[in-house]
């Protein structure tokens, strides 16, 4: 809000008592597979959500898949003859490729080492149309071999002290048998022993981690060497499951496993979308939708077993997150998705180094391509590069400082330590919800019942000590402003959209409300916003020029959003 403030600050009449904020929510986005990442539109929204969002790292699935091209044990002839090579053979060319476009757009990769080269998996064909070997290798040191030469190369060709920078995760998931793993607890144990030692030998100061598990649970059925479905009964037909117990799944034993063997952990990573799946005694399965909070109190619970363990000083990432762990979950393309997601990353700020949001783009295979520009993906932006409304929580969270002044019931207000500017971000999760959080939605039309919910929140707060004449851009994001799935809804829902409707969402996804502010002579500025139900609304420095933050928007007028149209079709 102001380069400098002309006397102490005072938030509501109360001096702030600044505390750090960390920004967990852009330290890492997540992506499919390494592939995806060679097309255009993928490096397009991923330059966009460094440029915009703030992005440091990149994590994604499939490094080593066949499609990868790195791990060659014959010449690939095509129609000639295909011959054997007489050792393995390892290029990089399509790594490369991804990672100088990473490097390129100014950020990291967040390594996941996985999955397995068909020529040394166990098994094959596990999971996904693009048939992902997720099995333990053949030969464990023809596994070491790969990894030690794809981090030499690395080294070689980025440089040691960039490469020490990026942290290398072992595997993802492993607990999911067997679809993301075959193999039993011990050999992912065994697997995570040879890869910490490898990577260490090649340099110590170079970061490893896992288990990369999924999710918590409150029950038994991961305590064994594979999942045991049985143990899930009592979950699944449970009347409140936010009285039962949840807890991380292979956390507890990966640190006794490393702490008996000697095992570098210097990163601690899980996956806490906040669901469940769960089967009755007939197999039947129960989609589980936990309370608002339980990313926060899964963080919680994550933070003191890290603190009473024997790697009290091991980071903790979260290398998946969302409201829900379906790639055709409707709430994604939504408005209440984005207060959902602000409201969360707020409150678990303080308790993790990252919170990777899974995923950035809609550029996302896992199941085939999404059927229509709003079928539920993950990404902050579709696969035609529109802006989805947590594309912009996701912009407004970025524009927030480094120094908390104020955690309030409604959001927060910062200061940056560099250029002393402070800005805000508020959000209307409604009173109406309770503790319940999003549950998912087959479709758009399923979601729009939310709409109803309120009531709207009124945001007043004073800040005084800031320098005269200040201006300052108000955007609000809400039903009438940056909805797009709605408004491609309104059109009818069509399935594949022409250039002109492009043109127009594109627009209505950026049109959010906009207003300027602009501090008092006394130095003081009154913030009064009335937020419908799921708005969220930035107060940030009004760029040089007097440029937006976004395109788009409403004239220059008193920061207060409309009321959100009924949702009638």
Known sequence: MTEQATSALLIDGQAPAEVPLHHVWNECVGAGRANEA??????????EAVQVLGARHVRFHGLFHDDMFVYRTDNGGGFGPNQPLPEPVYTFAYVDKVFDAILDAGARPFVELGFMPRQLATQTETLFWWKAHCSPPKEMDRWVALVDATVRHWIERYGIDEVRQWPFEVWN????????????????????????RAIKAIDPRLRVGGPSTSVFVPDARYSGETHDPSLEVETAVATDPDALDWQPVWIHELIEYCAQRGLPIDFLSTHLYPTDYAADSLGNVSAITRQKDATYVDLQVLRTIIENSPYPDAELHITEWSTSPSSRDAIHDTLFAAAYIVRAFLKGAPLADSI????????????????????????FVNENGLHKPTFHAMAMLHRLGDRLLAELPDGAITRSSATGDVSAIFYNYPAEMGTTGLASRNGYA???????????????????????????????????????AEAWYQMG???????????????VADGLHRSTLTVGDDGVLDIDLTLPAWAVASVAPTLPGGQRPDRGGDEPGRARARRRHSPQR
């Not at 060679?38 to 330059?47: N, S, V």
């Not at 992912?188 to 910490?196: M, V």
């Not at 990777?356 to 990404?379: A, C, K, N, R």
Request: hydrophobic share 35%; proline share 5%.
């Open 356 to 379: 990777s949001y899974w995923t950035f783009t809609d550029v996302f295979e896992e199941g085939g391509s999404g059927i229509g520009p709003f079928h539920g993906g993950f990404g």
């Open 493 to 507: 829902a069509p399935l594949n959209i022409t250039r002109e409707q492009t043109a127009e969402l594109r627009h």
């Open 446 to 484: 399923e979601t729009r019942a939310l709409a109803e919910m309120g009531p709207e929140r009124r945001v007043r707060h004073r800040v005084e000590g800031l320098r005269p004449g200040t201006e300052l851009t108000v955007e609000i994001l809400d039903w009438e402003h940056g909805n797009v």
């Open 38 to 47: 060679l097309r255009a539109d993928w490096q397009a929204h991923f330059r």
């Open 173 to 196: 998931e492993p607990n999911l048998v067997p679809n993301f793993w075959t193999g039993t607890r011990a050999q992912y144990f065994e697997l995570y022993e040879a890869t910490a």
